[in-house]
């Protein structure tokens, strides 16, 4: 049964708004949080991004502080009532993007503040007065202790997407932020996984809290088709290319294990004639949202990423995502696949599995609970059907070694997002807002209008349907035998 937005008796402001966005009905996170915030109770959800958990948080915070709408001019009449933690600047903007369409039709004010942005626009902002703050937490305590923001009216926080915050560590801010609020408060924890630290951090400061999860922790979204494909390194690229023909994508995120492959992919891929583009933590701010921007205008095809740089991009409903290397920790792959069958959408996650990575498949094995059958994809000289087991030297090992030494500490080197204990006095210059943040992921008119590059080629023309060498499709659901 699927739940609609009319049966929360949601105010009417909000109900517009949803109304709006074009929502048919909730996602299951929304489903069960709505109505529990709604109460004030504390919860703690184990929800990824991608399934709608921003409008499961916020609209029912918005509608308890609806009593507190006016329309005064005074700050005073506006102070921080919700403040809303995220790790990273991408996630803070996006989330505050989404608060902003769903309280456009109340007086309820948001602002977001992250670092790698000048503090006086923010300033301003704050003084002004603001019932909702979104915020990364450094940048946070810079206005705390500015006197920029006032804590002690804060009724709601929402501490979102709680293990990359504690990945990052953002621990010890975060306990010093909680320090500023009221103890009478509501409180919300959103983790992709409820890990030992995660639950810690939840003993101590919520009170009582409602478990909600919609799916098992470390679950991934059961909309996701995943498939596993025995390919040597050397082959990895036509087994993508075959991929993309034979299922007639347009479109796809490329995940890697390292800044250096990256580049060196995107630059095989762009060689052999493929529109694609790179996007890595070795990117200036500009180079990134440029990149984005093209793969959002249909203007590239691939867009070959690390996890770091590609952490909480809401771009929706992307085709499909091939893991090109197996992520070294099992938890990116869940966040990985997220990219793909976001809110109800089918997706296809392809991962690319060479003799060498076993031990790592089966780590995402057990961290989802689930047999994974890695399958041959047969190429025409049929090199893939290699035995898993015989690693074969290759006079490159060394250099894919240095290849696979995997990209951390992009948010480090973002000064004000980063722990306070870990700064310098270094400041990053001034960076424009994300502007491709502001609209959804929409599927780009040369879908209409033309082949995707792989398609160009007679030589490689898509074949309707699925290949005869490929296992029928399966869904995720019966690959993890959902619900157990
Ligand atoms: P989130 O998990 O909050 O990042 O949401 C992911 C995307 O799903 C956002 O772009 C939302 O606009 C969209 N979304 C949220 N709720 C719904 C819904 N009930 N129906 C369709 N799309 C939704």
Request: glycine share 6%; aromatic share 6%.
């Amino acid at each position: 049964m699927t739940a609609s937005f009319s049966n929360l008796s949601l105010a009417e402001p909000l109900a517009r708004a949803v109304a709006e966005m074009g929502y048919e009905s909730m996602t299951p996170i929304q489903a069960q949080a709505i109505p529990v915030v709604l109460t004030g109770k504390d919860v703690m959800g184990a929800a990824q991004t991608g399934t709608g958990k921003t409008a499961a948080f916020s609209l029912p915070l918005l509608q308890r502080l609806l009593k507190h709408e006016n329309t005064s001019t005074s700050p005073a009449r506006h102070p921080v009532r919700a403040l809303v933690l995220l790790p990273t600047r991408e996630l803070a903007d996006q989330v505050a993007q989404q608060i902003k369409m769903y309280a456009k039709y109340t007086q309820m004010r948001s602002a977001v503040v992250f670092g790698g942005m000048d503090m006086k626009p923010q300033t301003l902002e704050l003084k002004r007065g603001v019932e909702i703050l979104v915020a990364t937490p450094g940048r946070l305590l810079d206005h705390i202790e500015a006197k920029n923001a006032v804590l002690n009216q804060v009724e709601y926080v929402v501490l979102d997407e709680a293990d990359r915050m504690l990945d990052i560590g953002f621990l010890p801010d975060l306990q010093r932020i909680l320090s500023f609020l009221p103890k009478q408060r509501t409180t919300l924890l959103f983790s992709a996984t409820f890990s030992p630290e995660i639950k810690r951090l939840a003993g101590s400061y919520l009170q009582d809290p409602i478990t909600i999860e919609v799916a098992r922790p470390n679950e991934t979204a059961s909309t996701v088709e995943q498939r596993f494909y025995a390919a040597q390194d050397d082959d990895k690229r036509r087994v993508v290319k075959a991929v993309l023909n034979q299922r007639g994508i347009k479109q796809a995120f490329i995940f890697v294990n390292s800044k250096l492959g990256c580049a060196r992919l995107a630059r095989s891929l762009e060689r052999e004639g493929l529109k694609t583009t790179a996007l890595h933590g070795d990117k200036s701010q500009d180079e990134r949202l440029k990149a984005l921007e093209s793969f959002k205008k249909g203007e590239v095809d691939l867009l070959v990423c690390t996890d770091v740089a590609a952490r909480g991009l809401d771009i929706k409903d992307v085709p499909a995502v091939f893991n090109f290397d197996v992520p070294f920790n099992a938890e990116d792959y869940v966040h990985r696949i997220g990219r793909t069958g976001r809110a109800g959408a089918s997706g296809l996650a392809v991962t690319l599995v060479s003799p060498s990575d076993m031990r790592l498949v089966s780590d995402i094995e057990k961290l989802i609970k689930t047999k994974l059958e890695v399958e041959a994809f047969p190429l025409e000289d049929d090199r893939s059907r290699a035995n898993l087991n015989e690693g074969r030297r290759d006079v490159r090992r060394d250099e894919r070694r240095e290849d696979r030494r995997p990209e951390r500490g992009f948010e480090r080197r973002r000064e004000e997002d980063e722990p306070r204990d870990r700064r310098s006095s270094f400041r990053p210059a001034q960076v424009s807002r994300d502007p491709f943040f502001e609209k959804p992921y929409e599927a780009p008119l040369s879908e209409q209008n033309g082949p995707a590059s792989w398609e160009a080629s007679p030589k490689t023309a898509a074949r309707p349907g699925l290949s005869a060498n490929i296992k029928t499709k399966r869904k995720v659901a019966a690959l993890f035998k959902a619900g157990e």
